[in-house]
């Protein structure tokens, strides 16, 4: 099996990094990840970032920009990012209101074949992040999900799949993995159940109903590049989640290798 890298979303920290960005991710770096992936970057300057960076020794894996900041103020994004040594500008989520067409789709797509290409003019990768709306609707005799990737050009738009909300949707997250093999650098590694309404609870690792053993076997083969641990809610303080999240891989995925 591959040695891939293991970051964490920060997302997951986000009251945390909140108050103290600097001090959350000096714990993030004690933990033993390797990396993170941005959800905002709290205020700091890129000269911050990168010294608090140099000085944790945690990669800049990517950065989650949500569809404003990539119409209103992409280039911004795309300096900070390549000024902190991150690749990745990911689009994580779109609002309802802006997914119940097909027609809404095909805009959506087109806007982000434009934006993939302007960041890959700069040397960086744009990609984008699934939830299960994906899987809700369909374009041309299959899932929204597929259609993003069959519209568009593998250097203008990468995938970066989340398996918990893969099989939420009712999917097989190992085939989709496997599908989209050479795609996929970039991979969230989370857990979860249902409650008794159907509705996600998101776990650490190891203590839900993804079959993650598996997925690590499968993202190895498809060439994935780096985990991203993310845990939406935890149920415990987030940095005793993903700690014990980081204990998981270590001794499921690490000391196999």
Not at 45 to 64: D, N, Q
Not at 167 to 188: E, M, N, T, V
Request: hydrophobic share 40%.
């Amino acid at each position: 099996m591959r040695k891939m890298g293991i970051g964490l979303q920060l997302f997951t920290l986000r009251n945390e990094t909140a108050a103290d960005f600097a001090g959350t991710l000096r714990k993030v770096a004690e933990l033993g990840y390797e990396g993170v992936e941005f959800a905002g970057y709290g205020g700091l300057s890129t000269a911050e970032m990168k010294e608090l960076l140099k000085e944790t020794g945690l990669k800049a894996v990517g950065s989650h920009v949500g569809m404003d900041r990539l119409r209103e103020d992409l280039q911004g994004e795309i300096d900070y990012l390549k000024a902190i040594g991150g690749r990745y500008i990911i689009c994580p989520w779109l609002p309802e209101s802006e997914r119940g067409q097909v027609e809404d789709w095909k805009k959506h797509i087109e806007f982000w074949i434009e934006t993939g290409a302007e960041v890959r003019k700069q040397g960086l990768q744009f990609a984008y992040h699934n939830h299960d709306f994906e899987f809700h609707l369909q374009m041309d005799g299959e899932y929204v999900f597929d259609a993003i990737y069959s519209a568009s050009a593998p250097e203008d738009i990468q995938v970066e799949m989340d398996v918990c909300w893969v099989q939420f949707a009712g999917q097989d997250p190992l085939a989709y993995i496997r599908k989209y093999a050479g795609r996929l650098p970039l991979l969230h590694l989370k857990d979860f159940t249902k409650d008794e309404q159907g509705n996600m609870v998101t776990l650490e690792l190891g203590q839900g109903d993804v079959p993650l053993k598996e997925v690590i076997a499968a993202a190895s083969e498809a060439n994935v590049e780096w985990f991203l641990v993310e845990q939406d809610n935890c149920q415990n303080p987030p940095l005793e989640s993903i700690a014990n999240s980081l204990n998981w891989v270590k001794e499921n995925y690490l000391s196999q290798l």
